[in-house]
C-alpha cells in the first residue's frame, strides 16, 4: 500500500492564491518544469541517492525576495496546513532539499540583500551566495571565517545544511562560533522573524530548517589575509593523504586542505 503524504489539492490551491498576493505572481509558481527543478538538489553526486530518484515532487513554489517576505511565505503555508521544504541554491548532496512530502519549495534565492558589512561581521539576506559575501567583506578588508566548496551555495543553506570548509582547520564547523544572530521564522503561523543571538542561535544551525527557517543571518568575519594556491600531485590517493596532517599544521595554518582523486579534479 502506497501512503500519500501530499497536502490536499484545494489547500494548496489556496495557499498559491494567497502567496499570489503576499509575493507577486512572478514569484510563486505551480508549473511543472518549475516544481520538477525545485525538486532536485545535489543528490545525484550520491551513487545511493541518485538510484532512488525522483523521490518527491513540489506541489508549488515560492520565491521570496527579502527575508520579510521569507516569514510572510512560511505563515502561509503554515495556515493551509502545507509542507515547507526551505531551499538555498540546492548544492546539498545528501537531499535535504527534496520535497518528500511535497508541498511547497521555499526557494530563498532571490532573498539575497547584503544588509551589512561591519568590523567582525556580515548581515545578509538567506539567498545571499557565499562567494557574494566574501566580496563584500574583501572589500572592507575582510574575509569569511568559512566558506563551503560549494562557493555559490547560499548563507542560509551553508548554515541549515552544511558543515564546514575553507575556513575550519582554523574555526572549526559552522556551528563553533561562525554565527552571531540569526533571524528566523518558525512554523507557528506567525509571519514575525524571531531574533537570536549567540549559543542561542547555534540552535538553528545545521538542523536543515527543521526548527525554523534561517531569513537572515550575521556572520563573522576576520582581516583579509594574502592567500596562495598550490597544487601538487601524487601517484596515487594514499600519498596524498598521507601528507594532509602536515600540510595542516604549517604556520601560518592554510585556510584549505584538500586530497581529491582523478575523477574529481578532472
Sequence with gaps: MTVSLSPPP????????????LLGPRN????????????????RMSPI?????????????????????????VAAAVRHGV??????????????????????????????????????????????????????????????WMYPSTAQSSIGGFLAGGSGGTGSIVHGTNDAGFVAALDVVDGTGSPDLVHVEGTEAQRFVHNYGTAAVIAR????????????????????????????????????TPRLVSADTPEITA
Design 49 to 73: 541517492i541518485s538510484e532512488l530518484l525522483p523521490l518527491g515532487l513540489a506541489d508549488l513554489v515560492a520565491l521570496p525576495t527579502t527575508a520579510e517576505q521569507i516569514g510572510l511565505a
Design 217 to 252: 543571518a550575521t556572520v563573522r568575519l576576520e582581516p583579509l589575509q594574502d592567500w596562495r594556491g598550490v597544487y601538487a600531485s601524487f601517484p596515487d590517493f594514499r600519498s596524498a593523504q598521507a601528507v594532509l596532517r602536515e600540510l595542516a599544521a604549517l604556520a601560518p
Design 83 to 144: 509542507p515547507v521544504t526551505p531551499r538555498g541554491k540546492g548544492t546539498g548532496n545528501y537531499g535535504q532539499g527534496i520535497p518528500m512530502a511535497g508541498g511547497l519549495v521555499l526557494d530563498t534565492s532571490r532573498a539575497r540583500a547584503v544588509v551589512e558589512v561591519g568590523d567582525g561581521f556580515v548581515t545578509a539576506e538567506a539567498g545571499t551566495p557565499m562567494v557574494t559575501l566574501e566580496r563584500a567583506a574583501h572589500a572592507t578588508g575582510q574575509q569569511l
Design 28 to 43: 510563486v509558481s505551480s508549473e511543472l518544469r518549475a516544481r520538477e527543478r525545485a525538486s532536485v538538489d545535489g543528490a
Design 10 to 21: 484545494a489547500a494548496v490551491a489556496a495557499l498559491e492564491a494567497e502567496l499570489v498576493e
